[in-house]
């Protein structure tokens, strides 16, 4: 296979999923996911900011999400976000800690 081949599938499917977690899945909480499997929503939108800026495309932590999510962190957590429990809390506490780390909170 050759590179751009690569690239549009791994495009593609970074597309498809995007599209599970934002319409799809909008059931499944962040919270869940960062403590089930390290990542998140928030997590693929910071890594699209960093994506971004690594190419000299200056874009914040807000407008990456806003992108990502399709709309703002207010209207999707008012659209979809619910109370976590405190033993869920405690857990995501330390699931970011192992998989995001401190200086990205």
Known sequence: MDKQT????????????????MEDRTDVQNIDMMNLAGFCRN???????????ERSIKMGKSEARELFY???????????????SAEKQAAFQTAFADNVGKENS
Do not use: P
């Not at 690569?6 to 977690?21: D, G, K, S, W, Y």
């Not at 997590?43 to 800026?53: K, T």
């Not at 399709?70 to 976590?84: F, P, R």
């Open 6 to 21: 690569q690239i549009e599938l791994e495009a593609a499917a970074f597309r498809r999923l995007r599209q599970h977690l």
């Open 43 to 53: 997590c693929l939108s910071r890594w699209y900011q960093e994506a971004a800026n």
């Open 70 to 84: 399709g709309m703002t962190m207010d209207e999707w957590k008012a659209n979809y976000q619910t109370d976590a």
